[in-house]
């Protein structure tokens, strides 16, 4: 499968919890982006990287979150001391130099109790 | 008032009808308009890209953008029950930067 994969598909996790996800974007594309979905809404832009380069943040990206791509390749993106309201549905995103479009994720759906 | 709205759903139209899902936008700072399908419990998958206004058409599916009125609508001809799914209009203003996607539209076709 050449498209872009996460890990884990779904996460479960207790409230003050830490939780790390891992997306894999297609082979050779150097943009990723992180979304957050909630259910009945679109998806909502958390952050994206150009190679290891971490470029934009949105403010929904409090101070619990963290998101990295050391190598330009794959990125993790960590929730600290998770809340009820993290509870979501995480996409990744790449996009490929000199292309227009992002390609999604399955996503790792996450539900904090 | 949100960058992108969409029309509510849910849509619920019968197998052979031509379906019309809308959006309107704010911001005329949008360049690049796109349409996803979204399938329960997956990632959203593009179905539809355009840079320009007018019509685009792609099998069953043709998208039209207005930026004059700020309005982009996605027509699915006749309709498949494997069309269910939630669609997604989406805008970035240009073409590396982040996707702006409005809340989406549910549908359902009845064999």
């Known amino acids: 499968d050449t498209g872009v994969s996460q890990d884990p598909r779904h996460k479960i996790t207790k409230r003050g919890q830490n939780v790390t996800f891992r997306c894999d974007p297609i082979?050779?594309?150097?943009?990723l982006y992180w979304y957050r979905q909630t259910l009945g809404q679109g998806p909502e832009f958390l952050t994206y990287?150009?190679?290891?380069?971490?470029?934009?943040k949105s403010r929904l990206l409090s101070d619990r979150f963290s998101a990295e791509r050391p190598k330009g390749s794959f990125s993790t993106l960590e929730i600290q001391r998770t809340e009820q309201g993290d509870s979501a549905m995480y996409l990744c995103?790449?996009?490929?130099?000199?292309?227009?479009?992002?390609?999604f994720g399955p996503g790792t759906r996450l539900t904090v109790l | 008032q949100k960058e992108v709205e969409q029309d509510p759903g849910p849509l619920s139209v019968p197998e052979g009808a031509i379906v019309s899902l809308n959006c309107t936008y704010s911001?005329?700072?949008?360049?690049?308009f796109m349409w996803y399908r979204q399938y329960s419990r997956k990632g959203p998958e593009l179905l539809m890209y355009?840079?320009?206004?007018g019509n685009k058409e792609d099998g069953r599916f043709t998208a039209q953008v207005d930026k004059s009125s700020k309005y982009i609508s996605l027509f699915i001809r006749d309709s498949q029950p494997s069309d269910s799914a939630t669609y997604l209009c989406?805008?970035?203003?240009?073409?590396?930067?982040?996707?702006?996607f409005g809340p989406g539209t549910s549908l359902s076709v009845i064999p």
């Open positions: 995103a790449s996009r490929e130099t000199g292309r227009d479009t992002q390609y």
């Open positions: 082979s050779e594309h150097n943009r």
């Open positions: 990287f150009q190679n290891e380069a971490q470029l934009e």
């Open positions: 911001n005329s700072a949008f360049q690049y």
């Open positions: 355009t840079y320009s206004s």
């Open positions: 989406a805008m970035n203003m240009a073409s590396y930067d982040k996707v702006i």
